[in-house]
């Protein structure tokens, strides 16, 4: 394999070991491998001083390695403590011994986990810590998180973390996979720094920052950023007032998912919406890209009302989209590049003529895409399956910006997605929004939220229930807002009165102010 | 052009080519010597229990007696003209003589193939073929079937019996009637159901599953004999009549009391109404080898034969007097047999 | 641009690779099974060989073809956006019946008669596969269930109108609508020896227009989409219901023309012998040619190919069912080889690129290290 090549890791036992890289470095072809889902061409594993070849997942967990994967593999209908022991039925039983055996394990590491809830009722955070217990309810010793922090709130990532710290305790080993820096920092014992494919550095955490993290990373040093001015016009781009919008559930149950949603984005703004997910924030999207129909309200794009026009036409009038979930909605998988060009505007030039496309004019103006957005593939013959999750995102907001719109809908536009590419998209998104585009930026990463907004809102249960200013917000103070615990204007309060924080938010708050937030001079 | 496209267009040409070139070759088309009779099965094949069998027993005779050779090829279901030309074309060619297409659906193929062999003499069965060496064999069956008619009146004691068709089409409709009049001349009071499997799918007659549904569900509604002319799918009801005590199946075609296949239910056969394919089979083979070929039409009926009730397993025996009295009547025309039913 | 060229030519490889296999396979299996039941695969093949290029045979075959792949376009128009027309048989049968019928009550000249049959087939068919796209769009119903359904339907439907004293003329033991009169006639290429149908020239056209629509024209993207993943499709701006509604009549359309080869060449006339099952054999078909109209006349030919020697092998004196046998297994194969070769392909693709990543970044790391040494 060939993703990865000359790899050199030591993890020693009970820390917490920080894997951090770009995606698309490899670190998930290093995961794959330690759980014996990929073999390795060449090098050795060794484990306790033994060295080890693991051909299967089996392999892995029966020398105590375990995996929690970034998409949690439970099943909704069972309970906790059927998943739990869903094939390792040996181990402990099905019975109470398997149950007694899971409130043990849940005491020891304070995991607060409740054997007989269904897994369908759990939030995010709780399916993670069954996940955890899962793996550890197996004997493992060493447990590999990839990307544990990418679903939570900030209230959430410091339980996790608390979590983290007692295993550690108990003589347990993390390797835990991120590219959050500031997260890392707080966390880790040790970092290893992956660059595409290679192992480029070993730091400890007390000895660097996560400007130095972020540019072995990238390899190279971080642009400076603007200065932050605003663009913000008196001119309205997108009027929503009054949209209602409710949906069947699986259960059959009709709720209202939007309720009374109103706001306006001005030319040159980027309006932040921020929520714990499910709040509606996905349907909102899909109304104003004219895939639900709302029951009620308007849209007003420009000067159209585009209310309950079709997505094509809405499409063609100026709206462009980086959908949440770019593998369902926003690209073929097996199709090539060019192909994934076309997608979503194929009525448009350069991709077609009046009736038939035009191959040429799409694959040339791939070529561009490819070449001004560094997407980095061998070519636009490949299919957008074999591209690493950044890569598929800057082909997916280079597409988007080629059609120059008025508005751009960006749906958690770098989730999944390395620093590098991160900073091209905030890039691409500021600088057209100095040229006049209107961006609703829907995001579950607050840094970005608040680095990136001219104004926020807070989304709950179907409603715009909080508006804040990003120049003063911080990420706590957004995060409780997000949990329905803060409604109307939120005033930015220094002393933090809010009973959910606590001291770690000191090594929080000096990461997110120096560091995380995409706008903010020092980090970039 | 992107190399799959110069591909596609590189294959096709290709294929062209050696369509052309090859097609100035020789063709399939060479005569052969005389081998014997090429017999063409309608679908079911050799082994249906029903006609198709019946006219490989006239084969089989005429290889007895005659000491000719034979070949039999068999039916697919969904098949189309082309396919049947085809089969009865490989057994001209190959010098069979002569092919004979079992079934009414070898007509069209028959005149067809018959134009192209001049010198063989080709017979079809339960159909008419036009061409002057085509023999079109033709039964009476409807004189059979009131005769099964007759019997089934006098042996229902629910006063309720079927007839089940394989597929609608006028061959099976002469079945149809037959057995109705049969039965309504013997005892008005009797209901008479009549059904077909298929409207327009010669699968009806290769579908014994359908025919046992069939069959089934009326013996539940107190039917208790059933006439079932439907080829291989005859199979079925019988089956499902076996399963019954009480009740009779009236076969077709060939005596079912005496088919193996059927062994297990023969006590459930009352009777079947033979159409002696075999004794027109083994008369056009014996013309042929006569030299004298016999071709037109040849009708089979119940005074020559062609149709009878066939007596294996004695359940007939009580009314055999009467049934003797209506089979004259019929041979002597004293009744008038009808070939359409009356819906 | 090297590397596009590689990822095509192996993406050709690929493409080809498939059905050779699963041809491969195919033989293998088939020579087992010939071999097991005491025949000798080997003499089975060479007279199959032999008899299948025979010139009648050739022409036997294309015509044999013609209708095969016809409804394999029909079934590949579905197949394409993911959306299975179970049902091209009964949109053919019904669509060739109400063709026969019109077509035999009327009589006008050629260049009128010919069109007007040819365009109520395709109307009629487009309207049969129409109603199951319908109730896909608007109730959620599966269309394998409804097509079938409607499949039933139109055997019932056609069973009722060709009675006589309705559509049908009575004609010995079979019954079939009015004969289309001579001007309602299609040409056929002389050769020598029996005529190939004329319809082989639309069979092509309808090739043509087939792959134009689909991968030339904004339509054919947008269905192409919806096949490729639904909701990219949606949030893409395709409807995707009108899409499930068009490409069903796209479907029907094509399907309508199955029946003329053999209505307008043939038959000249609907009867209770009409060919039936075309529309089974053409997912077959589609299926083997991979959806690719030059993929699907080929495997169109294959098919009469083998319904040509079968018949042979069986004269001597094999049983005819090995045909069946064989191209069951050919189906099986294709399916299962092209999904082996599908994922492969795309291991194999995601590896280059890993590897072309890769490359890039040594060189560049060792550019820098030698730039700052």
């Known amino acids: ?410 749906a958690h536009p770098t989730r999944g997605v390395d620093v590098g590419a991160q900073a091209q998209i905030w890039d691409q998104i500021r600088e057209a929004r100095r040229e006049g585009l209107a961006v609703l930026l829907i995001s579950a990463d607050l840094d970005e939220l608040i680095g990136l907004s001219d104004t926020l809102r807070v989304m709950y249960r179907g409603r715009l229930v909080a508006d804040a200013d990003p120049a003063t917000i911080t990420p706590e103070e957004l995060g409780s807002a997000m949990t329905g615990a803060a409604s109307g204007h939120l005033e930015h309060h220094p002393e933090s009165p809010e009973s959910v924080q606590d001291d770690e938010h000191v090594q929080d708050d000096e990461h997110v102010q120096g560091n995380e937030a995409p706008e903010d001079g020092e980090s970039r | 052009m992107r190399p799959v496209t110069k591909l596609a267009a590189a294959v096709t040409a290709t294929a062209a080519l050696v369509l052309t070139t090859a097609a100035c070759g020789e063709s399939s088309t060479e005569s052969g010597s005389d081998k014997g009779v090429g017999l063409a099965f309608d679908v079911g094949g050799r082994d249906d229990h029903s006609f198709n069998e019946s006219a490989a027993r006239g084969v089989d005779k005429a290889k007895e007696e005659l000491g000719v050779d034979a070949k039999m090829m068999t039916a697919k279901n969904n098949e189309t003209e082309a396919d049947r030309e085809q089969r009865l074309t490989s057994l001209a060619n190959a010098g069979y003589n002569p092919v004979i297409g079992v079934g009414f659906s070898y007509g069209k193929s028959i005149a067809k193939v018959a134009k192209k062999f001049p010198d063989t003499t080709f017979g079809v069965v339960d159909s008419v073929a036009e061409g002057k060496n085509v023999d079109s064999m033709l039964f009476s069956e409807h004189e059979g079937s009131y005769l099964a008619g007759v019997a089934a009146a006098m042996k229902t004691k629910t006063d309720s019996v079927g007839f089940i068709g394989g597929v609608d089409n006028a061959l099976i409709q002469k079945f149809e009637a037959g057995f109705v009049q049969g039965v309504k001349d013997t005892n008005s009071k009797i209901k008479v159901r009549s059904e077909y499997l298929y409207p327009n799918n010669d699968k009806g007659f290769n579908d014994p599953a359908a025919a046992k549904e069939k069959a089934q569900g009326w013996l539940d509604d107190d039917v208790d004999v059933i006439y079932t002319a439907a080829g291989q799918s005859g199979a079925g009801s019988i089956e499902a009549i076996g399963a019954k005590k009480g009740t009779w ?21 009352l009777t079947s109404v033979v159409k002696n394919v075999d004794i027109a089979v083994f008369d056009l083979v014996k013309s042929v080898q006569d030299e004298k070929p016999i071709t037109g039409e040849q009708r089979y009926t119940l005074k020559e034969d062609g149709v009878s009730l066939s007596e294996s397993g004695g359940f007939l025996k009580d009314i055999q007097k009467d049934l003797d009295k209506v089979a004259k009547d019929i041979a002597d025309g004293k009744v008038k047999v009808s070939e359409r039913p009356s819906r | 641009m090297n590397a596009v060229r590689r990822v095509n030519r192996e993406k050709l490889l690929l493409q080809l690779g498939a059905p050779l296999l699963a041809i491969l396979a195919a033989l293998v299996i088939t020579s087992v099974i010939l071999a097991t039941t005491g025949g000798d695969p080997f003499r089975a093949y060479s007279v199959m060989i032999e008899f299948g290029f025979k010139s009648d045979s050739q022409i036997w075959i294309i015509n044999k073809a013609i209708p095969y792949f016809l409804a394999a376009v029909a079934v590949a128009v579905g197949f394409r956006m993911k959306l299975f027309n179970i049902g091209v048989d009964g949109q053919y049968r019904l669509a060739a019946f109400c063709a026969a019928a019109l077509g035999g009550a009327v009589a006008f000249p050629s260049f009128i008669q010919i069109p007007l049959m040819i365009l109520t087939a395709m109307f009629v068919g487009a309207i049969w596969s129409g109603i199951a796209g319908l109730l896909k769009a608007t109730r959620g119903v599966s269309e394998v269930v409804s097509t079938i359904m409607l499949n039933f339907i139109a055997a019932s439907l056609i069973g009722y109108l060709i009675q006589e004293n309705r559509l049908g003329v009575v004609e010995g033991n079979l019954t079939h609508t009015e004969n289309i009169p001579e001007s309602g006639h299609f040409f056929e290429i002389s050769t020598g020896q029996e005529p190939i149908g004329g319809f082989v020239i639309v069979a092509v056209l309808v090739g043509v227009v087939y792959w134009l629509v689909l991968n030339r024209s904004r339509f054919g993207f947008d269905l192409r989409a919806v096949g490729g993943s639904h909701s990219a499709a949606e949030a893409s701006g395709v409807n995707v219901k009108r899409m499930v509604v068009s490409s069903m009549l796209l479907s029907g359309l094509f399907a309508g023309l199955v029946g003329m080869p053999t209505l307008l060449g043939e038959s000249h006339n609907y009867g209770t012998d009409f060919p039936e099952g075309i529309g089974f054999t053409g997912i077959a078909i589609a299926l083997l040619g991979r959806n690719h109209p030059v993929g699907m006349a080929l495997a169109a030919l294959l098919w009469g190919f083998l319904e040509r020697t079968g018949t042979q092998l069986e004269f001597e004196g094999y049983s005819q069912e090995i045909i069946g046998v064989m191209q069951g297994v050919i189906v099986f194969c294709v399916v299962i080889a092209y999904e082996v070769v599908r994922r492969y392909g795309l291991k194999l693709q995601q590896r280059k690129v890993g590897e072309e990543l890769a490359a890039e970044a040594r060189a560049k790391s060792s550019n820098e290290a030698g730039a700052s040494a």
């Open chain 1, 1 to 410: 394999m060939v993703a990865n090549h000359d790899i050199d890791i030591t993890v020693r036992r009970g820390t917490v070991h920080a894997l951090v890289g770009e995606n698309g470095a490899g670190k998930s072809t290093l995961m794959k491998i330690l759980y014996g889902m990929q073999k390795p061409d060449e090098g050795t594993i060794t484990l306790d001083g033994e060295q080890v070849s693991l051909s299967s997942p089996a392999d892995a967990i029966s020398r105590g390695i375990g995996m929690v994967h970034q998409h949690f593999m439970l099943a909704d209908n069972l309970t906790v403590l059927e998943n739990v022991v869903l094939g390792a039925e040996k181990l402990h039983g099905i019975g109470g011994g398997a149950r007694r055996k899971i409130l043990e394990i849940s005491q020891a590491y304070h995991l607060n986990v409740r054997p007989d809830v269904l897994v369908e009722e759990l939030g995010v955070a709780d399916r993670q810590r069954v996940e955890i217990l899962k793996v550890l309810y197996r004997g493992a010793r060493t447990l590999i998180l990839d990307e544990p922090t990418a679903v939570l709130v900030p209230q959430e990532v410091d339980a996790l973390f608390d979590n983290l710290r007692e295993l550690k305790a108990e003589g347990l080993t993390v390797i835990f996979i991120s590219h959050k820096l500031g997260e890392v920092l707080s966390v880790a014992d040790d970092i290893t720094v992956i660059r595409r494919g290679t192992t480029v550095a070993s730091v400890h955490p007390s000895e660097t920052s996560p400007k130095q993290l972020a540019e072995l990373m990238v390899g190279s040093e971080l642009p400076t950023p603007e200065t932050r001015e605003s663009t913000v016009t008196d001119t309205a781009m997108l009027r929503v007032v009054d949209l209602n919008l409710s949906a069947t559930d699986s259960d059959g149950v009709c709720r209202t998912v939007l309720d009374g949603i109103g706001f306006t984005i001005h030319k040159g703004e980027v309006l932040g919406v921020a929520g714990v997910e499910g709040n509606g924030q996905a349907e909102l999207v899909e109304a104003i890209m004219g895939i639900r129909d709302p029951d009620g309200g308007e849209i007003v794009l420009d000067t159209d009302d585009i209310s309950h026009a079709p997505t094509r036409t809405r499409r063609e009038s100026g709206i462009g989209y980086i959908p949440e979930d770019r593998h369902r909605h926003a690209l073929l998988l097996e199709s090539p590049l060019w192909e994934n060009r076309m997608l979503g505007h194929v009525t448009e030039k350069p991709n077609s003529g009046r009736f038939l496309l035009n191959l040429k004019g799409a694959r040339q103006d791939t070529e561009r895409i490819v070449r001004e957005y560094d997407v980095r593939t061998p070519g636009i013959e490949v299919t957008a399956a074999s591209l690493s999750g950044g890569n598929q995102q800057k082909l997916i907001v280079g597409r988007e910006m080629s059609h120059r719109p008025k508005l751009l809908i960006a």
């Open chain 2, 249 to 269: 199946a009236i076969g077709v075609d060939s005596d079912q009391y005496q088919q193996p296949g059927l062994a297990k239910y023969k006590d459930s056969i």
